[in-house]
């Protein structure tokens, strides 16, 4: 086959300056029409700072967290309670004990001292009950305040430290 059969192709760009022009406006075209399509797109959008979109209720509403991480058992959903409604019973220590705190004092997670395990608790009970309620309510080392259940009032949190402390003595 000889190169006479082969036809001569004619091409658009001659030299090098017309190929470097037509390399930079292959770039420059395109982003000149998106600057052009976005410009034309928000080009009209006025904000209203006074709109009620812009509270600082309606911004805290659209930025809070979507979830929650809790150790053991979830609290309680609250329910807004009527005006005259009087709060519940607290809880009692077995109970609190079972919701907030069995997850870390139940399998030792974390260094926390395992029910029912007297060595573990017996300097701990040295310390006196108020230490241990203090320590529970603020927290300590490892362990969040209230056992990481802040909807636990004061006395439900000691009654779980008290409950605790009867099944490891």
């Known amino acids: ?23 930079v406006l292959s770039f420059v075209v ?9 410009h034309l ?13 812009f509270s600082e ?6 930025l809070k967290p979507v979830g929650q991480v809790f150790i053991g058992t979830p609290p309680p959903t609250p329910v807004a309670a009527a005006p005259t409604a009087a709060k519940a019973e607290p809880a009692s220590g077995d109970q609190v004990y079972q ?26 009970i ?6 241990l309620h203090q320590n529970a309510l603020n927290g300590i080392r490892t362990m969040p305040a209230r ?3 802040s909807a636990l009032s004061d006395a439900e949190v000691s009654a779980a ?3 605790m402390v009867s099944k490891s003595k």
């Not at 004619?10 to 037509?22: A, F, G, R, S, Y």
């Not at 395109?30 to 976005?38: G, K, M, N, R, T």
């Not at 997850?103 to 029910?115: D, E, R, V, Y």
């Not at 040295?126 to 230490?131: L, P």
């Open 161 to 163: 430290v008290d409950y």
């Open 147 to 149: 056992g990481g259940n």
């Open 1 to 23: 086959m000889s190169n006479a059969s082969i036809p001569e192709h004619d091409t658009p760009i001659k030299t090098p300056q017309q190929l470097i022009t037509v390399a």
């Open 41 to 53: 797109v928000v080009g009209g959008m006025q904000v209203d700072k006074n709109s009620a979109d």
């Open 126 to 131: 040295a310390q006196g009950t108020s230490t």
């Open 57 to 62: 209720e309606s911004i805290a509403k659209r």
């Open 30 to 38: 395109p982003v000149l029409l998106i600057v052009f399509v976005a």
């Open 99 to 124: 919701q907030s705190c069995g997850a870390c004092h139940g399998a030792g997670l974390m260094g926390a001292p395992k029910l029912g395990d007297a060595v573990a608790w017996k300097a701990r």
